[in-house]
């Protein structure tokens, strides 16, 4: 007979914090920021898609490489900083805004 490992049959759930990043063990304000940095890269590289644009094309508009859009559309969030994503959000045709609370 087959032992099978308990863990697989393990179906508790630990609820999320909403940012995914504090639920890996980052420091809250970093959190933060690579949550807001995952969000403009996932809505600029959906923004590239609706346009239609090729890597070529996009990276003419954008102002930067088309390795970099190629990087920005796959998600290589540590290769860019959130001013950077902020800037090629706008460049898409998107309209930033950056919002504070206590």
Known sequence: MKKTDPRWNDESCTPGSGNVFIDLGFDPA?????????EVMIRTAQRLKEQGWTQAEAAQKLGIT????????????EDFSLDMLLTLAARAGLHPELRLSA
């Open 66 to 77: 088309q390795p970099r859009v190629s990087r920005l559309i796959r998600g290589k969030v």
């Open 30 to 38: 970093e959190a933060q920021v690579m949550q807001l940095r995952a």
